[in-house]
């Protein structure tokens, strides 16, 4: 007797309802604005998903180990100020900009990995303590200066463009797709890292070093941050120790609304570049609306949470049809 297949679209509802809520918000935004679909406009969006793409990158691969990294932004920060200086004192070279982001960003990961597995630290706890840490660090870096960004390199990164309407920044956030799809689906640390997040002691006691795939998780968070450092000095060209901007809420969010659990072991690197351009659509539309700053954070806070109710329904809705089934 042949099994009837069940049907695709029960099976995948959840997968696929961020991808329905993006498409909406850009129906939305479409219609409220004839030029959203200018080149100008698609330019922008794509800027603006870039670093925060790379940031919710990072942000994931913490939350499928079910911890959680609050260093982000100001971890984003502590890379972009100190390279920013290193940059400056020697004599405008791009090439050690880039270098000293991605080490400061990946230092700072180690550090949180370090001190989470060594001293078997909750990972709120530490990386929100390190938080503040990066906060002082890059404020006693900068001394309240700025870095003007001049290399013609960093300032075709930052807002170059391909075809009128493709940032090169943009083409920076793709690579980083990519090569996060590969090591969290062709790799032992995407294994582990999805492993650690569904049943963390059936990974240890089936002999895998626990300890050593956790550490390197938080270690290539931070060097994602570090890239998003680099991306986010290039487009703003003025280096300050503020430059950290939402990222750290916004991430976790962009990742968190395209599908990856707060519990770990749930989450795609498809899932978070939807969220990342939800969350960005969100910020557009507030903008074009011309909401005042404050009550803006107010209402994207209260959508996120909408979204994430939204989300929730539509697993218990998908739970029941496959009972259905």
């Given at each position: 007797m042949v099994k009837e297949k069940k049907p695709v679209f029960k099976n995948n509802i959840q997968k696929y309802a961020p991808v329905f809520l993006m498409l909406v918000l850009m129906v939305i935004l479409t219609i409220a604005n004839k030029n959203f679909l200018s080149a100008q406009s698609i330019y922008n969006l794509l800027q603006q998903v870039s670093a925060l793409g790379i940031v919710a990158l990072g942000a994931m691969i913490v939350l499928l180990t079910a911890g959680i990294d609050f260093t982000a932004g100001f971890g984003l920060s502590l890379a972009g100020v100190t390279a920013g200086f290193v940059y400056l004192e020697s004599g405008n070279q791009g090439i050690l900009l880039i270098i000293t982001s991605l080490l400061i960003g990946a230092l700072v990961g180690l550090i949180n990995g370090l001190i989470i597995v060594k001293l078997n630290l909750n990972p709120f706890i530490t990386t929100l303590a390190m938080m503040s840490v990066?906060?002082?660090?890059?404020?006693?870096?900068?001394?309240?200066?700025?870095?003007?960004?001049?290399?013609?390199?960093?300032?075709?990164?930052?807002?170059?463009?391909?075809?009128?309407?493709?940032?090169?920044?943009?083409?920076?956030?793709?690579?980083?797709?990519?090569?996060?799809?590969?090591?969290?689906?062709?790799?032992?640390?995407?294994?582990?890292?999805?492993?650690?997040?569904?049943?963390?002691?059936?990974?240890?006691?089936?002999?895998?070093?626990?300890?050593?795939?956790?550490?390197?998780?938080?270690?290539?968070?931070?060097?994602?941050?570090?890239?998003?450092?680099?991306?986010?000095?290039?487009?703003?060209?003025?280096?300050?120790?503020?430059?950290?901007?939402?990222?750290?809420?916004?991430?976790?969010?962009?990742?968190?609304?395209?599908?990856?659990?707060?519990?770990?072991?749930?989450?795609?690197?498809?899932?978070?570049?939807?969220?990342?351009?939800?969350?960005?659509?969100?910020?557009?539309?507030?903008?074009?609306?011309?909401?005042?700053?404050?009550?803006?954070?107010?209402?994207?806070?209260?959508?996120?949470?909408?979204?994430?109710?939204?989300?929730?329904?539509?697993?218990?809705?998908?739970?029941?049809?496959?009972?259905?089934?």
């Open positions: 990066c906060k002082g660090v890059s404020m006693m870096v900068s001394e309240g200066r700025q870095v003007q960004i001049k290399s013609e390199f960093l300032l075709t990164l930052g807002s170059g463009r391909i075809l009128k309407f493709i940032p090169v920044s943009f083409l920076v956030f793709l690579l980083a797709v990519v090569l996060m799809y590969i090591i969290m689906n062709k790799t032992k640390l995407g294994i582990y890292t999805y492993a650690m997040g569904g049943n963390e002691d059936a990974v240890e006691y089936s002999g895998i070093n626990k300890s050593f795939y956790k550490i390197l998780v938080y270690t290539v968070a931070g060097f994602l941050y570090g890239l998003a450092a680099i991306i986010t000095c290039c487009q703003v060209t003025v280096i300050t120790s503020n430059i950290s901007g939402d990222f750290l809420l916004d991430g976790i969010a962009a990742a968190v609304v395209g599908g990856t659990s707060l519990l770990g072991g749930k989450g795609t690197v498809f899932g978070v570049v939807i969220g990342a351009f939800i969350i960005t659509l969100i910020t557009t539309m507030l903008n074009f609306l011309q909401v005042p700053f404050l009550l803006r954070e107010v209402i994207k806070g209260i959508i996120i949470i909408c979204i994430l109710i939204f989300d929730v329904c539509i697993g218990k809705l998908a739970d029941r049809l496959k009972v259905a089934a």
